[in-house]
């Protein structure tokens, strides 16, 4: 069995939802990042990127040539990190250090990273000045409107200030920088800056593989319900980079996950492929920690603020759980 990564040369796994607890706690990080060494005790794991995929073989930068009956694309969103564990720790020491050094924090961007890191900072630093800004409307706008003030209301509450249709100009930044302008000519002073816009596809190697013609215009893979991709029998894509018509969440991405093993599992046994089994959205359920004690939970008819969500998600983020899953110590 061949692990093949692509746009991904890290020695280990990073539990992504737990990056915003390091970055206030970098010792949480010491559970979060995962050596690949650790779980996947019978996997060859290769990490260079991929640069091209054939009929039979995926093509690597540093010029290997490996052979598959099988394929998965899980490249995901493209997520510019350390390549090794060590130096992934060092970064979460550095941006912790910035927090603490500063006296007022800038946000930019009010999706579920910036509300979730706005809250981490707020509960553990309350001294210090938050300020977020958001080019939309509202907060969450993947989540109803209700969610979404009820989110406003407890960030407001915490003295953060929170700047709706106004953007920052990105190629203005500096770490150096303590003035920042936003679109609507409004001055911000902060000490530091986090930037928490949404990230682009990791697809865009695909475009020059036998996979060009299974890209949407948006880049997305275009799969099957069985999650295959469209026009291939042996090649699945999972997660973010799908074109399914979903929130692009982690628990999602592993419900794919697990689908997809099972249908290896059947096609290596020869099951013909009208047995695969197929992959449905549900509700759109959502779950947003708002530090460690509290947090938001968008349910079938019934939003949630408070402890009881908090208790889901936000004392652990699931680490636990995961880790559990992998076959690790929680």
Not at 223 to 230: A, F, G, P, Q
Request: with cysteine; net charge positive.
């Amino acid at each position: 069995m061949k692990m093949i990564s692509s746009d991904d040369r890290k020695d280990y796994l990073e539990i992504t939802w737990a990056e915003l607890r390091s970055t206030v706690e970098p010792s949480f990080a010491e559970r979060s990042l995962i050596y690949h060494r650790d779980y996947l005790t019978t996997a060859t794991i290769v990490t260079s990127s991929a640069v091209n995929i054939t009929e039979h073989a995926v093509l690597t930068a540093d010029g290997q040539s490996l052979a598959y009956d099988y394929l998965v694309v899980a490249t995901g969103h493209v997520f510019a990190s350390a390549g090794s564990r060590t130096e992934r720790l060092a970064e979460f020491q550095r941006d912790n250090g910035k927090i603490k050094s500063s006296e007022s924090v800038l946000i930019i961007g009010g999706g579920p990273t910036g509300v979730e890191l706005a809250a981490e900072i707020a509960v553990d630093y309350p001294e210090k000045k938050v300020t977020l800004v958001h080019r939309g409307s509202r907060l969450l706008d993947f989540i109803d409107q209700k969610a979404s003030k009820k989110c406003l209301d407890w960030l407001t509450s915490k003295k953060v200030d929170v700047l709706f249709q106004q953007s920052v100009d990105l190629k203005s930044l500096s770490d150096t920088e303590k003035f920042y302008k936003t679109s609507a000519g409004e001055t911000i002073t902060a000490d530091c800056h986090f930037v928490c816009i949404g990230k682009p596809l990791s697809s865009s190697w695909l475009h020059d593989t036998i996979l060009k013609e299974s890209l949407d215009t948006k880049g997305r893979v275009m799969v099957e319900k069985d999650l295959r991709v469209k026009g291939y029998n042996n090649i699945f894509a999972i997660g973010d980079i799908t074109d399914i018509p979903e929130i692009k969440q982690g628990y999602l991405a592993q419900k794919h996950a697990l689908l997809v093993a099972k249908n290896l599992k059947l096609l290596i046994k020869g099951s013909p492929p009208s047995k695969l089994a197929t992959y449905s959205t549900g509700f759109p359920l959502a779950i947003v920690s708002l530090g460690r004690k509290e947090g938001l939970a968008q349910l079938p008819y019934l939003t949630l603020t408070g402890c009881i969500p908090g208790m889901l998600k936000s004392k652990d983020l699931f680490v636990g759980k995961t880790r559990k899953q992998m076959g690790l110590n929680a």
